[in-house]
């Protein structure tokens, strides 16, 4: 039986790999690739029938290498895998099967989930209502409501210039659309709605208390420049107040409530804006990371499609998409990545992105993504590399955690997807060998 079995092995030409040592987490086939490690004397089951692995080309061999020596000096809470799109080989693969925490790679299951469950044109309207009638001399007699309905571009014109690239509805574009209908005064008072989603200003990272360390403002569902607030007052309120300083700019008379409340029923539209598409807001969310973008479209998902408001029903939502129409199975318990009980390996990151390729959700996730070596948190990422300006990726950055996923164009007219998920060493050294390892993928 043994030169029979060393004849049917010279016949189908198998190579042995050696796996190298930190790679036996993985020795289970990885759903994103469909070819196992041939291991001697392996007892196989019959409906898996031995598939000999391909040889690799040298260079494949090289980028291997590479990668293994920069993960070797990551340390042993380091794993990745990159993936061959054209070819369908995974190309190297070490502890991909471990699940960290993605920090805000987390935001690539998000996008996606958007995508599915929303039009990428989808615009979000805040809009100006209004309980009584239009009096002479343009008096309005009764309140006007300022109704949020989750838009994280609605703010100030300059505010929008610098922070959001120009997009997003003003304040004084609802100030011009009520001196149209003739009002010069109101009687009553201008009142925040922020009822869409929950009075929560943060994440699970701390407990839902505000966050605007990691935030830059607070969440909620009437947020103005990026979910200020000032004078002890909530975002809607300060909302409301600065649509009543807009209008006293425009004289037109008004008063602005310290309390948010829900829009009454009877109430009637005199004003609205809208917000630029989703697709204009997931590059907004996803070029710079932008956290709070990423909580208040969860709360858009959880609002629209999970009867709640919410982060915790927004994540709902995401996961559902992500195993119902990927079948894939991570963790996720909010939108940004900002909770370490978010759990994601790289084999599931991979495939997510392996199975979007040449999807029109994919199409729109790679236009999403920031250029590694150009925009956004990757621009100093693979600087002076074959991948600057050749790879589009999302980062993913909590203490000690310095993650990078996404896509890569190869010297040798490869497009692969990868994961390179950090664990342990500082983000400054961490950030060194993404931009290493980054670049021998854009060699490849």
Same mark, same amino acid.
């Given at each position: 039986?043994?030169? &029979?079995?060393?004849?049917?092995?010279?016949?189908?030409?198998?190579?042995?790999?050696? &796996?190298?040592?930190?790679?036996?987490?993985?020795?289970?086939?990885?759903?994103?690739?469909?070819?196992?490690?041939?291991?001697?004397?392996?007892?196989?089951? +019959?409906?898996?029938?031995?598939?000999?692995?391909?040889?690799?080309?040298?260079?494949?061999?090289?980028?291997?290498?590479?990668?293994?020596?920069?993960?070797?000096?990551?340390?042993?809470?380091?794993?990745?895998?990159?993936?061959?799109?054209?070819?369908?080989?995974?190309?190297?693969?070490? +502890?991909?099967?471990?699940?960290?925490?993605?920090?805000?790679?987390?935001?690539?299951?998000?996008?996606? %989930?958007?995508?599915?469950?929303?039009?990428?044109?989808?615009?979000?309207?805040?809009?100006?209502?209004?309980?009584?009638?239009?009096?002479?001399?343009?008096?309005?007699?009764?309140?006007?409501?300022?109704?949020?309905?989750?838009?994280?571009?609605?703010?100030?014109?300059?505010?929008? +210039?610098?922070?959001?690239?120009?997009?997003?509805?003003?304040?004084?574009?609802?100030?011009? =659309?009520?001196?149209?209908?003739?009002?010069?005064?109101?009687?009553?008072?201008?009142?925040?709605?922020?009822?869409?989603?929950?009075?929560?200003?943060?994440?699970?990272?701390?407990?839902?208390? %505000?966050?605007?360390?990691?935030?830059?403002? =607070?969440?909620?569902?009437?947020?103005?420049?990026?979910?200020?607030?000032?004078?002890?007052?909530?975002?809607?309120?300060?909302?409301?107040?600065?649509?009543?300083?807009?209008?006293?700019?425009?004289?037109? =008379?008004?008063?602005?409530?310290?309390?948010?409340?829900?829009?009454?029923?009877?109430?009637?539209?005199?004003?609205?804006?809208?917000?630029?598409?989703?697709?204009?807001?997931?590059?907004?969310?996803?070029?710079?990371?932008?956290?709070?973008?990423?909580?208040?479209?969860?709360? =858009?998902?959880?609002?629209?499609?999970?009867?709640?408001?919410?982060?915790?029903?927004?994540?709902?939502?995401?996961?559902?998409?992500?195993?119902?129409?990927?079948?894939?199975?991570?963790?996720?318990?909010?939108?940004?990545?900002?909770?370490?009980?978010?759990?994601?390996?790289?084999?599931?990151?991979?495939?997510?992105?392996?199975?979007?390729?040449?999807?029109?959700?994919?199409?729109?996730?790679?236009?999403?993504?920031?250029?590694?070596?150009?925009?956004?948190?990757?621009?100093?990422?693979?600087?002076?590399?074959?991948?600057?300006?050749?790879?589009?990726?999302?980062?993913?950055?909590?203490?000690?955690?310095?993650?990078?996923?996404?896509?890569?164009?190869?010297?040798?007219?490869?497009?692969?997807?990868?994961?390179?998920?950090?664990?342990?060493?500082?983000?400054?050294?961490?950030?060194?060998?993404?931009?290493?390892?980054?670049?021998?993928?854009?060699?490849?």
């Amino acid at each position: 039986m043994g030169g &029979l079995a060393a004849l049917l092995v010279v016949a189908i030409g198998v190579v042995v790999w050696r &796996l190298d040592s930190h790679s036996s987490t993985h020795a289970a086939a990885s759903a994103s690739a469909s070819i196992s490690s041939p291991v001697a004397g392996e007892v196989r089951s +019959r409906r898996a029938p031995v598939r000999p692995r391909p040889v690799l080309t040298p260079a494949a061999r090289r980028l291997r290498a590479g990668l293994q020596r920069q993960m070797r000096l990551g340390g042993r809470g380091t794993g990745g895998e990159v993936y061959d799109l054209g070819a369908g080989t995974t190309l190297f693969s070490l +502890r991909d099967g471990v699940k960290r925490p993605p920090a805000s790679v987390e935001k690539l299951y998000t996008t996606v %989930a958007l995508l599915n469950k929303l039009s990428p044109n989808l615009r979000l309207r805040t809009t100006v209502l209004g309980t009584g009638h239009l009096g002479p001399g343009g008096v309005w007699r009764g309140d006007l409501y300022l109704r949020g309905g989750g838009d994280p571009t609605f703010g100030d014109s300059t505010f929008n +210039r610098v922070w959001e690239l120009g997009y997003g509805p003003t304040a004084s574009q609802l100030a011009a =659309q009520l001196l149209h209908r003739g009002i010069r005064r109101v009687t009553g008072s201008v009142v925040g709605d922020a009822s869409l989603f929950d009075a929560r200003r943060g994440g699970p990272g701390t407990a839902y208390a %505000a966050d605007t360390p990691d935030f830059g403002g =607070q969440l909620s569902a009437l947020s103005y420049d990026h979910g200020s607030t000032g004078g002890g007052l909530s975002p809607g309120a300060f909302a409301a107040k600065e649509l009543v300083l807009t209008l006293l700019a425009s004289h037109v =008379q008004a008063g602005a409530s310290k309390r948010t409340t829900r829009t009454p029923r009877r109430a009637h539209v005199l004003a609205t804006v809208s917000s630029p598409p989703l697709s204009v807001m997931l590059s907004l969310m996803d070029v710079p990371s932008d956290d709070l973008f990423a909580e208040l479209l969860t709360k =858009q998902l959880g609002a629209r499609f999970a009867r709640s408001g919410s982060i915790t029903g927004g994540a709902r939502v995401i996961r559902g998409v992500i195993h119902d129409t990927y079948d894939l199975n991570p963790s996720i318990v909010d939108g940004s990545g900002l909770s370490r009980r978010d759990r994601s390996s790289p084999r599931e990151i991979v495939a997510l992105l392996r199975k979007v390729w040449r999807t029109p959700v994919g199409a729109r996730l790679w236009s999403s993504l920031p250029v590694v070596g150009v925009t956004g948190t990757v621009r100093t990422i693979g600087t002076g590399s074959a991948a600057q300006g050749h790879c589009v990726a999302k980062t993913g950055t909590l203490d000690s955690v310095t993650n990078l996923a996404g896509y890569c164009h190869g010297r040798g007219h490869h497009l692969v997807a990868f994961a390179l998920l950090i664990d342990g060493p500082t983000n400054p050294d961490a950030l060194v060998l993404l931009s290493r390892m980054i670049g021998a993928i854009a060699r490849y």
